[in-house]
Each structure stands twice: as structure tokens, then as C-alpha cells.
């Protein structure tokens, strides 16, 4: 049972407060809390009859920290609040489920920081993820914007550096007309001025900083000299992420205990990085490279601390062996190593951060009027931060957790992580889909991993009808992760003569129905579709273009795809219905195609997925290639079990694979070759709302 107070007015007793307040020295005072607010702050003031009274005498009361540069996922609220970290601002991720994270209920629930989001990045094409917005002309750009600002209702826009340069200027008229600050990595090909223009208010990371076309190998000191100068001029703010490089050069210790509060999925990610990693580390060559990189970039971090540029702590957790809550303190001490003073980190890591991030009206220091976000700890943070690794409590939003309420709120996470590791073992059941009448053609089981963790399961079957038609049918279980509940999906799809003539699909989550429904019409030519929400009718859409297939996103996508595809023969373009998150259906065009390894791939906007297919057409394997590198990002539909049915033999003729081990078996990434990993990061975090289960 947590030890957590939750009254109308609490008292906080005898501690040194420190505000954060302009010109406000630390000293003893009381602090009265109403609800969710501060109520006063004062040396003996009046405690009402029936308050609270809770004595930290001796101790130290401060603002909740701030990480300005997360990838948000709920099974990480019990890490940031445990680290004294009040309020997070993830990048972008999945817009929907961030959308719903952020609501109160849920953000009460753990209690989890207070949540502000990008909604999905903006990126170009292929996007760095599968939860990009990939951008490639100015119509894509506006509509991407505008569902942002005003359905998912955005706190900001985050950019990656693929998005196109030539369209910020119109990006920060969009913003700006939106009333939404502009944050991101410097795109590629744009220079620092252009961004100046179009009104960026933060960069993330020291390589934005780097002049046009140069490599941190062969950059100069003096080269810094007009970036900073014209982000200074303009108040762009900088991420810095100046530990970032120290971890790429650690060897990580991947003990067990390492990840006991970590999820499955991020626990493989993490060691899928660490596998790629170590051979760079390994050779000499590549190792001395990143080590003379390193004073280059402490040189420039030193600059900025001695700048005018305004400093935002970000720990770009969960990315890599950034751990969520502990990498943020880990980045605060390497801003103490570098020479500011703790209570200046202090400072911008609260009261400045607020104002970066626009929270300043309610977060970031301790006054009457403020959210009741704050840390009470052992020692003095002008002496040392080390205090947050272990806080004596934190209160969020009124809710003041102790230490044993916060040890208990850790407990609870790595005995759930355990489970769901124990449960990785066994198989995950789902019911077998409704049939249509007819021969059964095939049928099985499959599930999708992403690296170690378990995503979902799928039953399937193929129905060949007696009128001579084809029915696909799966039905998808999704488990439940953090605040997300569980889903299911239900697919139907009928094909004639290889062409989609009518589909349904069902999806059930939380109580919600919502179900798509679509027929081709012959006589009008015309792919008419209508969608119902708990038995309401949502909207309708019409296309003149007929498409193949119905598809779902990459995580939870129906393995009826890769059985569809396996039946189309020719290479080309092909057109398919891609559902949003709404299950609103849009007509994409796929690039279909035979790679070398014999697999049967398709290009889309988000990356590749290619198709490996057994005797009888069992799909054995899909694999997704997320953005531009399938390193970290590659799914596997791995075969359970099949039953029944003669068979859906694919009708495409694969050629020989080369050999194993030859360069021709290497897994083709979206650009037709094998990525190979940079000596040192270079993209934000963006897999925000992932999946631990």
C-alpha cells in the first residue's frame, strides 16, 4: 500500500524553501498546500485547524525538476517522479495516445508528471520512425499541422532533420498562425538563419549547432562563432544533451538489476543498440575518432554555459541507456562538472525551464497560486544534486509521496516488468475469427515482436468462398500497455479476381466499438466505406481508386496484409487503404517489389516491410524498416502454429538467395543498402506511448 497523503490542506513545516523566485533567497519557512495549490508561504502562518502537519525540519523544499526532451511512455511516470522530475516534454511519439495520456485521470493514476506533447515530429521522407509525420510537400505540411494544433490540440511542433528545408519558412508561418513554438533538430539542409526566420524557439542537441556540411571530425572552434551569435541574437534556446556522447562511449552494464524497472521492449532495444555499438568501440580507428570528438563537444557545451543562450535540460530518455528520471540527473551532473554552480542547474532546471516550455504561470518555482509540484530532499542542492536520487518525498500536484510511497511505487514496476517477461513464455491466446462459408483454405497463429517484447497475436484464416471469392480474416489482440487498455481487431476481407471488393473492421478497446466498412461499387466505379462509433454513425468517404488491401500501422498490423501480398505477382506500384487513428481510411501507393534475398518487399512513406513466406504460403516472417535504418525497428511475425486448409501458395516466383553471410543477404534497407551506425547519435528521441507489455 502506498504511504501517500492526499487532503484539502497540508502543511509543510520548517524547511528551507527554495523558491526559485527572482531575488528570493533560500530560508525556513512553512508551506500550506489547498488541493492541488499552494496556498501561502511564510515564516509561522496560520495552519487551519484539521490540516496536515508534516514536520521536515532541517530539510530542503524545491520545485520539481523539468526534462525538456523525453519519448513519453506511461510505464515510466513511477521513474521520473521517484527522481523528484514534476513535469516531462515528450517530442512526439503517437499522436492519438499521447493524446489520451495526457488526460487527468490518467496522469493521476501512478501519479505521473505533468505531460506536455509534440503529438507525432515532423519529418521528411522516409521519416526517422514509423510514428512520423513524413512531410514532402507544403499540402502534406499544412494538413499535418492543422490535425495537430487542432485535433490532438498540441502543446508544440517538434521537427527531425529530415524534414525539408525549403518548406520551414512556410512551417513557421504555420506555427506561428497556430500559436505554437517551433522546436527540433536543425533540418538537414536549412542554415541557422532560415530558422532564425521562421521564429524556432529551441534547438535539440549541440550537432544543430554544427555549421552546414560539417562533421564534428573536422570542425573548428571558430566555426560555432555565427550559429551562436544568431541564436543568441534571436533567444533560441539549445537542448544540449551534453552526457549524450559519454554514453555512447561507456560500455553499459547489463546486469539484470540494470533493468529491473525497465520494459521488455525498451530492455531489447537497448541491447540491440549495445550489439550494434560494440564493434565500433572495439576498433581503435572508430574509437579514437568519437574520443577526439569528445573535448570538441565539451568545448562548445563550456561556450554556451558562458553564453547568453538560453539552456534547457533535456535526457532524451528513453533513447539508449538513457534511463528515465536517472539520465536527467545524470546530464544536470555533467552540467556541474563543466562549472555551473548546482544551484544554477537548479535554477534552469526549474523556474527557466518553465519559461522555455511555457509553464511558468503554474510551474517551475514555490509561491501561492503555483501547482503543488515539489521535492523535498536531504541535502542542500547548492552544495550537491545528488539529493534527487533518493528524495526524502515529492509532492505532485498535491499529492505528497514519502520515501516508502515512492520505494513502493518502484516495487510495483519491476513486479509488473517481471511478470510480463514470465508472461513472454507463454503463448497469448486470442479466439479464433468468425469464418464465412466456404472451403478452408488456411489458418494459424502469429505473433509480433519488437525485439524481445511481445506486441500481439493474431489468429488467421483464409476462406476460399463458393462463388469463387477469397476471404482473408484475422483477429488481432493488443495487450494492454500503462494507460493504454487492451484491444481487439477483427479483419475481414473479401477479394475477387485479386482485387478488395468489400472489408470490415472492428476494433474494441476500453468499451469503445468502432468499425469501418467498405464495398466496391462496379457500376459507379466507386470504393465506398463508413464508419460507426458505438453504433453511431462517424462519416463516410468515398474513392474512384480501387485499392488491394486494407493496412494498419506497423505495430499493430494484421498479418492478412503479408497473405494479400503474397498473392500479387507483379512488381509495381500498387494502391492500398492506410487507416489512421480514427480507423479513417486514405489511399496510399505502395512500391512492390522482389529483393535479393528472395523476400517480397514493399516501399511505403514510413520506411519498407518485406515478407518471407513458408510452403503453402505460412507467412514466416515480416519485417518492418522503420525510417531509414531497421536496426531498432524491426517487428518479427513469427509462425506458432498452422492448421488446416490446402494451402495459399504465394503466386510471385522468388529468386535464389545468395549465400549466407554474403553482402546480398544482408536485409535491405528502404534507400537499397544496409545502414551502418554513426560514431555518435544524431537523432532525437521519438518512440513515444511504446509498448512495455
Sequence with gaps: ???????????????????????????????????????????????????????????????????????????????????????????????????????????????????????????????????????????????????????????????????????????????????????????????????????????????????????????????????????????????????????????????????????????????????????????????????????????????????????????????????????????????????????????????????????????????????????????????TLSGFRSAHAVMVRGRYLDRAALDSMLALVAAKHMAVRESLSRPLEVEAPELPEGALVLAGQVETFGLDARLSAERFAVVREPDGAVSVVGRVRVPASGGIAESQLEIFQRLRDGQLENLRLRLSSGGEELILTGLWEPATRTFRTERRLNGAFLAGQNTTERPRLLTLDPITDSVTAALILGQIEEDGEIAVFDLGAQLEPSVDTWIFETVPSGARQVRVRQGAMQFRYGPGGVPLEVRRISGRSEALTTNVIEMTSAFGGAGFPVRFVAPKAPPEGSAGAQPEGPDGGAETPEPAPQEAPQEGSGSDD
Design 1 to 383: 500500500m502506498l504511504h501517500a497523503i492526499l487532503l484539502d490542506l497540508l502543511a509543510l513545516t520548517g524547511g528551507t524553501v527554495h523558491s526559485q523566485l527572482p531575488g528570493l533567497a533560500p530560508m525556513v519557512n512553512d508551506v500550506l498546500i489547498d488541493g492541488d495549490r499552494i496556498l501561502s508561504i511564510g515564516a509561522g502562518i496560520d495552519i487551519p485547524e484539521g490540516a496536515q502537519v508534516i514536520d521536515v525540519t532541517g530539510l530542503h523544499i524545491v520545485p520539481g525538476l523539468i526534462d525538456g526532451m523525453i519519448s513519453y511512455d506511461p510505464e515510466h511516470d513511477a521513474l521520473y517522479v521517484s527522481r523528484g522530475i514534476t513535469t516531462v516534454r515528450d517530442m512526439g511519439g503517437e499522436a492519438a495516445n499521447l493524446n489520451v495520456l495526457r488526460s487527468p485521470e490518467l496522469r493521476d493514476r501512478t501519479p505521473g508528471p505533468f505531460l506536455l506533447s509534440a503529438g507525432s515530429v515532423l519529418d521528411g521522407q522516409p521519416p526517422q520512425s514509423s510514428a512520423a509525420l513524413p512531410i514532402g510537400n507544403a499540402q502534406q505540411l499544412e494538413a499535418s499541422v492543422s490535425a495537430l494544433a487542432n485535433s490532438f490540440f498540441v502543446d508544440f511542433l517538434s521537427v527531425q532533420p529530415g524534414f525539408p528545408g525549403a518548406l520551414v519558412p512556410r512551417l513557421g508561418e504555420l506555427a506561428q498562425g497556430n500559436r505554437l513554438d517551433l522546436w527540433g533538430m536543425r533540418p538537414r539542409d536549412a542554415e541557422i538563419s532560415t530558422l532564425v526566420d521562421a521564429g524556432w524557439r529551441g534547438l535539440l542537441g549541440l550537432d544543430s549547432l554544427l555549421p552546414t556540411g560539417v562533421q564534428w571530425a573536422f570542425v573548428q572552434p571558430g566555426a560555432f562563432n555565427a550559429n551562436l551569435a544568431a541564436i543568441a541574437d534571436a533567444g533560441i534556446a539549445v537542448v544540449p544533451m551534453a552526457s549524450e556522447l559519454d554514453r555512447f562511449l561507456s560500455e553499459p552494464d547489463l546486469a539484470p538489476a540494470v533493468f529491473e524497472h525497465l520494459g521488455v521492449f525498451y530492455e531489447g532495444q537497448w541491447k540491440a543498440e549495445w550489439r550494434a555499438r560494440k564493434p565500433l568501440l572495439e576498433d581503435e580507428d572508430a574509437l579514437g575518432q568519437a574520443r577526439r570528438i569528445l573535448p570538441k563537444r565539451a568545448a562548445l557545451f563550456e561556450r554556451l554555459i558562458a553564453s547568453d543562450v538560453a539552456l534547457l535540460p533535456g535526457s532524451a530518455a528513453p533513447l539508449s541507456w538513457a534511463m528515465p528520471g536517472d539520465s536527467l540527473l545524470d546530464e544536470l551532473q555533467t552540467w556541474v562538472e563543466a562549472g555551473m554552480e548546482p544551484g544554477d542547474v537548479l535554477r534552469r532546471a526549474t523556474a527557466d525551464a518553465a519559461r522555455l516550455v511555457g509553464v511558468a504561470a503554474d510551474r517551475g518555482a514555490l509561491a501561492p497560486g503555483r501547482i503543488a509540484d515539489l521535492v523535498v530532499l536531504d541535502s542542500d542542492p547548492r552544495v
